[in-house]
């Protein structure tokens, strides 16, 4: 656990009570990125096999902040994919908003 905290994109990781098969924790938008800035909830179920056989999960959900897979759109938003090829801008743009949206601590004024 130590060791993913070295981590710069690892906020916080532990596990749910004393299940050692489930944890919680949160990872930070890369920085330079649209996702710069959030905080993004993490809900990890392990098989029994672990830690015998430990998942590369962390690095592969900042892969998929960092360079999405264009060729497997997600089913409940299936223009993003094709906005990321054909409008780079925007999809910046629209993952910037929803980062500040839904990863951002809102400020109480």
């Known amino acids: ?3 993913l905290q070295k981590q710069s994109f690892v906020d916080e990781i532990a596990p749910v009570l004393e299940d050692i098969y489930h944890w919680h924790g949160t990872i930070l938008g890369p920085p330079n990125s649209p996702f710069s800035g959030g905080k ?17 999960l962390l690095d592969s ?6 360079e999405s897979n264009l060729d497997e759109a997600h089913p409940d938003v299936p223009d993003t994919a094709e906005m990321y ?8 743009s629209t993952a910037q908003s929803w980062t500040e949206l839904y990863a951002m601590e809102k400020n109480s004024e």
């Open 1 to 3: 656990m130590g060791e």
């Open 40 to 56: 993004f909830v993490l809900n990890i179920n392990f098989q029994p096999e672990h830690p015998f056989k430990a998942p590369r």
């Open 61 to 66: 959900i900042r892969s998929m902040l960092i």
């Open 85 to 92: 090829k054909n409008d780079r801008a925007m999809y910046d």
